[in-house]
C-alpha cells in the first residue's frame, strides 16, 4: 500500500475489491489505490502538436463517493515515455478517463503502467 494521505480518523476497513485497494476511516474519508498495466497503447491521433492514443478507462469505484480528488501517473516500460490527459470528467463512480500523448506519433506502441490514488469521503 502507498502512504496515505493525512486523515483524522483511524481505520474501520481496509480491503481490495474490482481492482482497487482501500481504507475507509472513521470520519467518513477513504483512500484507494489501483495499477492498470497497459502494452502496446498506439499514439496515433493527432491533437494540434500532439498525438493521443485512445480513451483508456479504469474500473469503477468498489462504492460510491460524495467528493474526490483523483492523482495519476504513468509510468513506462518499454522506454518510450508518454503523459497522461483526462479523457473525461470523473464521477462519483469512476476515476476520469485518460489518453496517453507524445509530441510524435508511434505506430509501435507505448507499454507501462498507470496508478491511480483516490482520497475522498464516501456515502
Known amino acids: 500500500w502507498k502512504d496515505a494521505m493525512l486523515t483524522a480518523g483511524f481505520i474501520t476497513v481496509s480491503?481490495?475489491?474490482?481492482?482497487?485497494?482501500?481504507?475507509?476511516?472513521?470520519?467518513?474519508?477513504?483512500?484507494?489505490?489501483?495499477?492498470?498495466?497497459?502494452?502496446?497503447?498506439?499514439?496515433?491521433?493527432?491533437?494540434?502538436?500532439?498525438?493521443?492514443?485512445?480513451k483508456i478507462t479504469l474500473n469503477n469505484y468498489p462504492f460510491k463517493l460524495t467528493s474526490s480528488s483523483v492523482t495519476a501517473e504513468f509510468a513506462a516500460s518499454n522506454g518510450i515515455g508518454a503523459l497522461m490527459w483526462p479523457a473525461s470528467e470523473?464521477?462519483?463512480?469512476?476515476?476520469?478517463?485518460?489518453?496517453?500523448?507524445?509530441?510524435?506519433?508511434?505506430?509501435?506502441?507505448?507499454?507501462?503502467?498507470?496508478?491511480v490514488h483516490v482520497h475522498g469521503t464516501y456515502s
Open 15 to 54: 480491503k481490495k475489491r474490482n481492482g482497487w485497494r482501500y481504507r475507509e476511516y472513521s470520519d467518513g474519508t477513504c483512500d484507494l489505490w489501483t495499477e492498470l498495466s497497459v502494452s502496446n497503447v498506439k499514439i496515433t491521433t493527432a491533437v494540434g502538436s500532439l498525438y493521443r492514443s485512445e
Open 90 to 115: 470523473k464521477t462519483t463512480d469512476a476515476p476520469p478517463g485518460y489518453y496517453l500523448m507524445q509530441p510524435i506519433s508511434s505506430s509501435t506502441g507505448v507499454s507501462g503502467v498507470i496508478s
